[in-house]
């Protein structure tokens, strides 16, 4: 399985940019999917994710109000809408899926809890 992230780019505070992760495999339904950031000098953190049918979403708190993540199955891609962007929030964004797991709920805030990884996608908010 290989996962593509691509919209990342240049916003300024208090703007918007809209990610997607393409997935490679057809059956990509069957995938939990998931959005981390890391900045420089920091550990990777939960973003975002989605559950595979039925779309249970998970978001870190923090951006809760202002990002949605959203997944669009016929097209095998899965998306973060990311709105009144802050300063912050500037990290390489990566996109990630998990293969169906009984005790998701549990991890899915968990980088280790996910198997495939895209390569990521710088975003950067300046003034």
């Known amino acids: 399985v290989q996962l593509q992230a691509s919209g990342g780019g240049l916003a300024q505070i208090g703007g918007s940019l809209r990610l997607s992760c393409s997935v490679s495999d057809e059956t990509s339904s069957r995938y939990a999917m998931g959005w981390f950031r890391q900045a420089p000098g920091t550990e990777r953190e939960f973003v975002a994710a989605i559950r595979w049918s039925g779309g249970r979403t998970y978001y870190r708190p923090s951006i809760q109000d202002r990002f949605t993540i959203s997944r669009d199955d016929a097209k095998n891609t899965v998306y973060l809408q990311m709105n009144s962007l802050k300063f912050e929030d500037a990290a390489v964004y990566y996109c990630?899926?998990?293969?169906?797991?009984?005790?998701?709920?549990?991890?899915?805030?968990?980088?280790?809890?996910?198997?495939?990884w895209g390569q990521g996608t710088q975003v950067t908010v300046s003034s």
């Open positions: 990630a899926a998990a293969a169906p797991r009984s005790d998701y709920s549990g991890y899915y805030y968990v980088p280790a809890a996910y198997d495939y």
